[in-house]
């Protein structure tokens, strides 16, 4: 039965090893020549505007909410569909519960104005 578990154990030291190892090797054999503009913040390749730490705007939070409403429906869709026949009209009903309150909540950030862009 333990012998099962031996392909797992080898995967898992060898993970461990070479997790350890890859770095220490990348820190003592990588050249190290910092200078100014290597040392200088950077955001997608401009110098940066503003301070990074500034708080974010509501509306990116939304729209972050907005994704994952649908990322949850699409993860939810798939599966009720292949078994939709098996579920019955039970399965219909609750499907339409839970797609009623995602729309619910795509016209809350609408109506709060995520979707519009300046």
């Known amino acids: 039965m333990l012998e099962n578990y031996?392909?797992?154990l080898v995967f898992i030291v060898l993970a461990i090893v070479l997790g350890v190892a890859l770095p220490l090797v990348?820190?003592?054999?990588?050249?190290?020549?910092?200078?100014?503009q290597k040392l200088s913040p950077y955001e997608c390749g401009f110098p940066a505007q503003k301070d990074a730490r500034r708080p974010f705007?509501?509306?990116?939070y939304l729209v972050a909410i907005l994704f994952i409403i649908f990322d949850l429906e699409?993860?939810?869709?798939?599966p009720w569909a292949v078994v939709l026949r098996k579920i019955g009209w039970f399965?219909?009903?609750s499907m339409g519960l839970f797609l009623g309150l995602l729309v619910l909540g795509f016209f809350y950030e609408w109506k709060k104005g995520a979707l519009e862009w300046e």
């Open 57 to 60: 705007d509501v509306r990116y």
């Open 26 to 36: 990348n820190f003592l054999l990588s050249p190290k020549r910092p200078d100014a």
């Open 6 to 8: 031996l392909p797992i």
């Open 91 to 93: 399965g219909l009903g």
């Open 74 to 78: 699409t993860a939810f869709l798939v």
